[in-house]
């Protein structure tokens, strides 16, 4: 519900009662406590997993490794940022998913894949065919667990910030980033002692092989397997919190799909000699451009939905009438970004890029509450998020202000179906000339 400006109502201060309880909540439940053992744990596992990864492929092995299995990286963090450029969730909540993919989840990979492929050996007799196991059944079942560990952790803990769709793929999309980050330094260390071995160079050794299967043919794979899982937490997340049943199933149906993509993935080398080129191109591809579409498809309605909930505000007062049409436009939100940044300065164009994300949040914030999901802290949030527009609109106001002109679609005019002076190539009409209306 909106309200007028300008004196909205503060949230309740840290200091009044729902702070005070907080001053008796035992020491565990501290957040710089769970912040500290989350970093703790996150650092004691890239250690182990670097000791790990460097024992099998030596030190060299190891620093070519990260040396290429470094180069998608940024181009997939750009790509999921980009996605999530509506409402961008804050960097912190990215660290901790590409740090979770590239050691908790890694770790966890590699011990629990080494025991169950031994342990089938050991059982059967026959390493081959556990080896063979390992790969199709046990390790999508084990890696994929371990990246949805990091999706969940947000979905719980980060809850406001986990939104819909698009931040259940760009949460899910970077955790595998960096497990794959972390996977590839193996493989390819290991391709390269391998090639120190034989002795083979260039075009021709196994590093260029692995390089090219896994950096240049396949660098979105891992991601795009747990993206499914995301996907199921997004949906989650837009479900009522009476639909228990739904907030359940439909997460697990996205993590057992993300285990059965990645085991046909991983078994395609059995399929024949070409059965890798046949499952990449007549799976991964065509569910690559299917996954592509629907997160792009939903970023668009999630700027239509800021669009369409956002006049209620200009009606109220707090925004201007151009503001929503801006606010619903990438376009003109890179607009406002550039004119504040030109005239002002780059503290104003990250002020500008603040407004924009708070009028976002309050934008769905609406629209969830409007369809009874907000929870029980709408009005508390609703006014802490108007609080944060007020004090920043001296800066944005002008900026969005010139977006939505710049931006603005060309309001055609018919043409009369007489001659029409002064128009159109037509001469005016002289102060002389004669008027029928003139007396």
């Given at each position: 519900?909106?309200?007028?400006?300008?004196?909205?109502?503060?949230?309740?201060?840290?200091?009044?009662?729902?702070?005070?309880?907080?001053?008796?909540a035992?020491?565990?439940q501290r957040?710089?406590?769970?912040?500290?053992?989350?970093?703790?744990?996150?650092?004691?596992?890239?250690?182990?997993?670097?000791?790990?990864?460097?024992?099998?492929t030596?030190?060299?092995?190891?620093?070519?490794g990260?040396?290429?299995?470094?180069?998608?990286?940024?181009?997939?963090?750009?790509?999921?940022?980009?996605l999530?450029?509506v409402?961008?969730?804050?960097?912190?909540?990215?660290?901790?998913a590409?740090?979770?993919?590239?050691?908790?989840a890694?770790?966890?990979?590699i011990?629990?894949?080494s025991?169950?492929?031994?342990?089938i050996?050991?059982?059967?007799?026959d390493?081959?065919?556990?080896?063979t196991?390992?790969?199709?059944?046990?390790?999508?079942i084990?890696?994929?667990s371990?990246?949805?560990?990091?999706?969940?952790?947000?979905?719980?803990?980060?809850?406001?910030d986990f939104?819909g769709?698009?931040?259940?793929?760009?949460i899910?999309g970077?955790?595998?980033?960096?497990?794959?980050?972390?996977e590839?330094?193996?493989y390819l260390?290991?391709?390269?002692?391998?090639?120190?071995?034989?002795?083979?160079r260039?075009?021709?050794?196994?590093t260029?092989?692995?390089?090219?299967?896994?950096i240049?043919?396949?660098?979105?794979?891992?991601?795009?397997?747990?993206?499914l899982?995301?996907?199921?937490?997004?949906?989650a997340?837009?479900?009522?919190?009476?639909?228990?049943?739904?907030?359940?199933?439909?997460?697990?149906?996205?993590?057992?799909?993300?285990?059965?993509m990645?085991?046909i993935?991983?078994?395609?080398?059995?399929?024949?000699?070409y059965?890798?080129?046949?499952?990449?191109?007549?799976?991964?591809?065509?569910?690559?451009g299917?996954?592509?579409?629907?997160?792009i498809?939903?970023?668009?309605?999630?700027?239509r939905?800021v669009?369409?909930?956002l006049?209620?505000?200009?009606?109220?007062g707090?925004?201007?009438?151009?503001?929503?049409?801006?606010?619903?436009?990438?376009?003109?939100?890179?607009?406002?970004?550039?004119?504040?940044?030109?005239?002002?300065?780059?503290?104003a164009?990250?002020?500008?890029?603040?407004?924009?994300?708070?009028a976002?949040?309050?934008?769905?914030?609406?629209?969830?509450?409007?369809?009874?999901?907000?929870?029980a802290?709408?009005?508390?949030?609703?006014?802490?998020l108007?609080?944060?527009?007020?004090?920043?609109r001296?800066?944005?106001?002008?900026?969005?202000?010139?977006a939505a002109?710049?931006?603005?679609?060309?309001?055609?005019?018919?043409?009369?179906?007489?001659?029409?002076?002064?128009?159109?190539?037509y001469p005016?009409?002289?102060?002389?000339?004669?008027?029928?209306?003139?007396?």
């Amino acid at each position: 519900m909106a309200t007028s400006p300008p004196y909205p109502t503060h949230p309740p201060h840290p200091g009044g009662p729902a702070g005070g309880a907080l001053r008796h909540a035992h020491w565990w439940q501290r957040g710089w406590v769970r912040y500290g053992a989350l970093s703790t744990l996150l650092a004691l596992s890239g250690l182990v997993i670097l000791a790990l990864v460097r024992e099998q492929t030596g030190t060299e092995g190891f620093l070519v490794g990260l040396g290429l299995a470094v180069l998608p990286v940024p181009l997939l963090i750009a790509a999921f940022r980009w996605l999530d450029r509506v409402a961008p969730g804050p960097w912190r909540n990215l660290l901790f998913a590409f740090a979770w993919g590239a050691c908790a989840a890694a770790l966890i990979a590699i011990v629990a894949n080494s025991f169950a492929t031994k342990w089938i050996a050991t059982a059967t007799a026959d390493p081959s065919s556990a080896d063979t196991l390992g790969a199709t059944v046990i390790a999508p079942i084990v890696e994929e667990s371990a990246k949805a560990a990091a999706v969940l952790l947000v979905f719980l803990f980060r809850r406001r910030d986990f939104t819909g769709i698009v931040d259940g793929v760009v949460i899910a999309g970077v955790t595998a980033t960096g497990f794959a980050f972390t996977e590839n330094i193996l493989y390819l260390g290991t391709a390269f002692g391998t090639d120190q071995l034989t002795g083979d160079r260039g075009i021709a050794s196994v590093t260029a092989a692995t390089f090219f299967v896994r950096i240049v043919m396949s660098p979105f794979a891992h991601p795009l397997f747990t993206v499914l899982t995301g996907i199921g937490f997004g949906i989650a997340a837009l479900s009522a919190e009476r639909q228990h049943l739904r907030r359940v199933l439909v997460p697990l149906s996205g993590l057992l799909l993300a285990m059965s993509m990645h085991a046909i993935w991983n078994g395609s080398s059995t399929f024949g000699e070409y059965g890798f080129f046949a499952v990449y191109a007549a799976f991964m591809v065509p569910a690559f451009g299917l996954l592509t579409w629907l997160v792009i498809w939903t970023r668009q309605r999630e700027l239509r939905t800021v669009r369409e909930e956002l006049p209620a505000y200009a009606v109220a007062g707090w925004l201007t009438p151009a503001e929503p049409y801006a606010l619903g436009s990438m376009r003109a939100r890179r607009l406002a970004r550039d004119y504040a940044a030109h005239h002002l300065g780059r503290p104003a164009a990250r002020t500008v890029a603040q407004y924009e994300a708070h009028a976002t949040s309050l934008a769905f914030l609406r629209h969830w509450g409007r369809r009874g999901r907000a929870g029980a802290d709408f009005v508390v949030r609703e006014q802490e998020l108007l609080h944060q527009l007020w004090l920043r609109r001296e800066v944005a106001r002008p900026a969005l202000d010139y977006a939505a002109r710049v931006t603005a679609p060309p309001v055609p005019v018919a043409a009369a179906p007489w001659a029409m002076y002064g128009v159109y190539g037509y001469p005016a009409m002289p102060n002389s000339a004669y008027n029928p209306y003139q007396t």
